[in-house]
């Protein structure tokens, strides 16, 4: 079994997804809701991502923007865990994202890790940076 964040967005997810290939790096897949076929009835916008998945090694992170008509809620209580094997690919990837977003915890040592940080992107998606290092 595979446990995979769903995220959703309020019509970015193009834009959120390529900001996440480029400093997470990986394989993207995308559809939009125009690429859909004809008989599910789904509305016709190229802009709107219907279904995406950024995969990295085993990691795998889908999402969608909702679709047109029906009500977005921002998510809230989650966060994107990114338990890494350096400090400075801690600092890349919170510099990466959290640029234009946020910032809850700026990139620090902790009592339980040689850096963390917790922080807000650009889209409203709530991500945490981990490196245990020799803790």
Known sequence: MRIIPYLTFDGRCKEAFALYQKVLGGELFSMSFAQAPEE????????????????????????????????????????????????????????????????HMPLARTFWAERFAMFEDRFGIAWMVNYEGGQ
Do not use: W
């Open 40 to 103: 599910t009835g789904m509305p016709k916008d190229p802009d709107l991502i219907l279904h995406t998945c950024l995969t990295v090694d085993a990691f795998s992170l889908m999402a969608s923007d909702c679709p047109p008509g029906q009500p977005y809620s921002k998510p809230q209580g989650v966060s994107v865990s990114l338990n890494v094997d350096s400090v400075e690919e801690a600092e890349r990837l919170f510099k990466g994202l959290s640029v234009g977003g946020s910032v």
